[in-house]
């Protein structure tokens, strides 16, 4: 058995340790997360670990970014487990903090991120939830000062609300995207694929699918309102609720004017049951060589059509997103920069 690393429960805590590597030299990761770890998170760890001396893992379940109705205390916390696999990939310190260290008694000061990458696609189903986010990752940020911190781009809206966030209060920390970390079928790990009934983890894998075939009718030009619709109702019939499918542009999240132009994200949140799935793919843009290919041969058997791989993986298998999704687990190419 691994040892656990050490584990703050203290900001004043956390603070001496990173002030002891600082002096020593050392640069700096954090990895913020909510616990009930998966190869997703490892995956976070692992690329943090390549990129910098020291990494924090960090577990909270935020109550600020839940409202009242949703899974606050139903969300799964596993703090042994997740210490195991934390000790696996060589995580120097992990910060657990209790709800008190981050909201002391009488906190009203909240972080809030109004427009840009936050208008819309999650904040028109959860309009609390990018305020709360915002609030606890800026107070972790100030916890620990990492050079940079790691974030999934299955949470692609979150990702891009916090780069912004840390834009605009200017601190001291890049925020580097990493490849969704996806089961064999195609679905994305996800905490919370643990509430699927094993009924509705049969369904879950058709959501990325429905983005990855809507993607590609988008890459050869059809009428993306159309393939929307048609994708929507390709999940309504496998038995989601979607919240939405959306195209947007991949750098802003600002509506597509024009999809011949723009880098391009697919995104969708979808009910299964009582549990609300997200996912996403990069679409590449109308006209682009791939799509010029893919119309050139428009009779592709569909037994091959359907063993075709769910996303380019990464070119270079040492890449730690890629080495992380080893066994039947696989990554999403491309990393969004710092
Ligand atoms: N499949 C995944 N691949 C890569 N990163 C992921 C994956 N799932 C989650 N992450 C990232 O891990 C970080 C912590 O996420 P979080 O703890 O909420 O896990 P989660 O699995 O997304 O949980 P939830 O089910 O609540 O959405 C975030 O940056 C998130 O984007
Ligand atoms: C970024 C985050 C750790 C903030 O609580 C959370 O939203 C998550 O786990 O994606
Ligand atoms: N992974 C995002 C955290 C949340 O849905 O609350």
């Known amino acids: 058995m691994l040892f656990h690393p050490p584990v703050f429960r203290s900001i004043d805590a956390l603070r001496a340790l990173v002030g002891t590597w600082r002096a020593a030299g050392f640069t700096v990761g954090m990895v913020p997360t909510m616990g009930a770890l998966h190869a997703g998170h490892v995956s976070l760890v692992r690329a943090a670990k390549a990129r910098q001396d020291r990494v924090i893992a960090t577990i909270f379940v935020n109550p600020t970014q839940f409202a009242p109705n949703e899974d606050f205390a139903a969300y799964p916390r596993t703090e042994d487990s997740d210490l195991d696999q934390l000790a696996a990939v060589g995580t120097d310190a992990v910060f657990a903090p209790l709800p008190d ?47 940079a911190a790691f974030f999934g781009e299955k949470d692609y809206q979150q990702l891009l609300v916090i780069r912004r966030m840390v834009a605009d209060l200017r601190l001291p920390t890049d925020i580097v995207g990493l490849p969704t970390v996806r089961e064999g ?26 983005l990855a075939e809507a993607a590609e009718e988008i890459e050869v030009g059809l009428e993306v309102a159309e393939v929307l619709a048609a994708a929507r109702q390709t999940l309504e019939k496998a038995g989601f609720r979607p919240d939405y499918v959306a195209l947007r542009n991949a750098e802003t999240l600002a509506e ?83």
């Open 101 to 147: 260290e981050m909201y002391p008694a009488g906190h009203v000061t909240a972080v809030s991120v109004e427009g840009g990458p936050a208008l819309g696609l999650e904040s028109d189903f959860r309009p609390h939830f990018f305020r709360g986010v915002a609030t606890v990752v800026s107070k972790l940020l100030l916890a620990g000062m990492p050079d």
């Open 185 to 210: 079928d195609g679905l994305a790990l996800s905490s919370r694929n643990a509430y699927l009934s094993a009924e509705e983890r049969a369904i879950a894998p058709k959501l990325h699918a429905a």
């Open 256 to 338: 597509v004017a024009d999809a011949a132009a723009e880098p391009l994200r697919l995104l969708a949140a979808a009910w299964l049951g009582r549990t609300r799935l997200i996912d996403n793919v990069a679409v590449p843009s109308p006209g682009t060589a791939g799509a010029a290919a893919a119309a050139a041969e428009p009779e592709i058997a569909p037994a091959e059509a359907e063993a075709a791989p769910f996303d380019t993986p990464p070119a270079d298998p040492t890449e730690p997103a890629a080495a992380e999704a080893g066994g039947s687990e696989q990554a999403d190419g491309g990393e969004l920069g710092a």
